[in-house]
């Protein structure tokens, strides 16, 4: 398989004094679209933010195609082509849905054209002039999502995408995670809602206790759902 995109190992995680990853480890290849799964508070979030290095402090190890990130800052992070959507969005209320679009700096060649964009989320180029608090809750998921798109990231951590949405968005952002894929795109998703991360992912990490303690692929996951649902309560 070569040189994991992104290496995660036995990486510790704290917020103040509160320890909330105990030396979680795996590995993400170029191309794979991998889900973390488990219930709420088993470290799934935290271990997003603290490969992007948003997290109190952390030791381990966590390397980007090879790059050791531990000690880096967040920009520093991103700039290795990694996009963050976080669960909360983060959309600026007083720019439009193109201001947003068009904030962030992009790395190298760039990332997608806005028109590649809007081909992608013809929901958004109707909604380019609208303000980001005027656009429905799936529209700003759609517009976080697009923002990194545009950055040129190639490793996307998304955090809780399809939380709370319409069931047809949420259709709508599994075709996008599928054609993201296929586009060779890797990425790495915090899923509460496993209907729709079990169709997607190639592979799934089970996460408790701030560690992965199960870890099966596509194939396996219909001789592994009994022991599933003990985990997740699913």
Same mark, same amino acid.
């Given at each position: 398989m070569g040189t994991p995109f992104l290496s995660v190992k036995d990486l510790h995680g704290w917020y103040g004094e509160s320890h909330v990853l105990h030396g979680i480890s795996f590995d993400v290849h170029e191309g794979e679209v991998v889900t973390l799964l488990g219930r709420n508070g088993a470290g799934r979030t935290s271990t997003m933010r603290a490969i992007m290095g /948003? $997290? !109190? *402090?952390?030791? !381990? *190890? $966590?390397?980007?195609? !090879?790059t050791e990130t531990i000690g880096m800052p967040t920009h520093r992070i991103a700039r290795l082509g990694i996009g963050y959507c976080p669960e909360e969005r983060g959309i600026f209320s007083s720019l439009s849905a193109e201001e947003n679009l068009m904030l962030p700096p992009t790395m190298g060649s760039g990332g997608m054209s806005v028109d590649q964009i809007y081909a992608m989320f013809p929901n958004l180029k109707?909604?380019?002039q609208s303000q980001g608090t005027r656009l429905s809750g799936g529209e700003q998921q759609m517009l976080a999502v697009a923002r990194i798109l545009r950055t040129g990231a190639r490793l996307l /951590? #998304?955090?809780e995408i399809s939380e709370g949405l319409a069931p047809v968005i949420v259709q709508k952002l599994a075709e996008m995670? *599928?054609? #993201?894929r296929k586009q060779g795109y890797t990425i790495l998703m915090v899923e509460q809602n496993f209907r729709f991360a079990a169709p997607l992912a190639d592979r799934f990490l089970v996460v408790e206790h701030g560690e992965v303690i199960q870890s099966f692929t596509q194939a396996e996951l219909p001789s592994r759902m009994e022991r599933l649902h003990e985990y997740l309560g699913v």
């Open positions: /948003l $997290i !109190g *402090s952390r030791k !381990g *190890s $966590i390397q980007v195609r !090879g109707e909604r380019a /951590l #998304l955090d995670v *599928s054609t #993201l």
